[in-house]
């Protein structure tokens, strides 16, 4: 190599490095100012439902260690597909995140959004829930082995709700339901519709996330008669898993937080220590006892991978269900 060469050959190394140097110190100077304004918060379900109310106690604890509004934002429709659509076309400025959950693979594998997980960046894990089986506090069945029995002895007459299409509680219907070869009419609504619907007896029984029924349960309007888990649901500790009923099916679902890909880890960071504080609080804990929901923390860097390993244990499932149109 000629002097020259190797002259220039150092000098493109020596920008390259002073060009990464000088990113890297503005994408921190950018992250020890951020959040310079509010921040988005986009929950897939309307106004009132569990997941937005857990949100919104969830962003009131961050935005007290942000020092700017962390602002709730609902995008409800198509299991969480309009949701994810509107998160995913903004900014990876980390001033747009997005209430995630297993639906990020529920709804793609069932051709409602044409992206999959990889196109957020993980942040944090907030919540673990169990997807359970309620029915009307007056239903004639008194566990769900009765129930189980009662429909297959009539075959497509019995109506199951859920919160959407392609929602993670319609998945786990389905696939519980062929799973002991059960026949039911599986009727998808919005999620501020389905207990409603239930309650109102134009349906048999719901699969829900345990923060949509507890206050009924209180009231005992309804009941519970099966956790689609590997484990007791705490809302509802004396209510045996489907493994307990000899019906083994494991629907857990998980919540967390997710920015559009490509956000400055500087800024994942800094965002994801201010929900370890949030998911930690007094004041969620609280409400996960209230709710029904299992507060769990969980970095980024171990958020990412659960996240990868569910998207294919979920798509297995929801080609075994019949559902995949991908």
Known sequence: MTNQKQ????RSILIGMLATASAFAAGTGFAQNFPAKPVELVVL???GSAADVTARV????????????IVVVNKPGGGGSIGYKYAQQKPADGYTLVFNSTSISTVFYSGLIPFDYRAFDPIARVTVENPVIAIRANAPWKDLKAMVDDVKKR????SIGNSGIGSHTHISSVAFFKEINADVMHVPFGASQVVTSLLGGQIDAVVSVPSALTS???AGTLRIVGVLASSREPAFPTVPTTAEAGMAYNGEMWRGIASPKGTPPAIV??????L??????PEFKAQGVKMGFVPAFMPANEFGPLIAKDDVMLGRLIERAGLNIK
């Not at 002259?7 to 150092?10: F, G, P, Q």
């Not at 075959?155 to 019995?158: E, I, L, R, S, T």
């Not at 370890?276 to 609080?281: F, G, K, M, N, Y």
């Open 155 to 158: 075959p497509g007459a019995v």
């Open 269 to 274: 960071s800094r965002l994801e220590k201010a």
């Open 216 to 218: 009924h349960v209180s």
């Open 58 to 69: 969830l962003s009131e604890q961050m935005s007290k260690k942000l020092g700017q509004p």
């Open 45 to 47: 379900f309307p106004a």
């Open 7 to 10: 002259t220039n050959l150092r």
């Open 276 to 281: 370890q504080e949030a998911v930690t609080s």
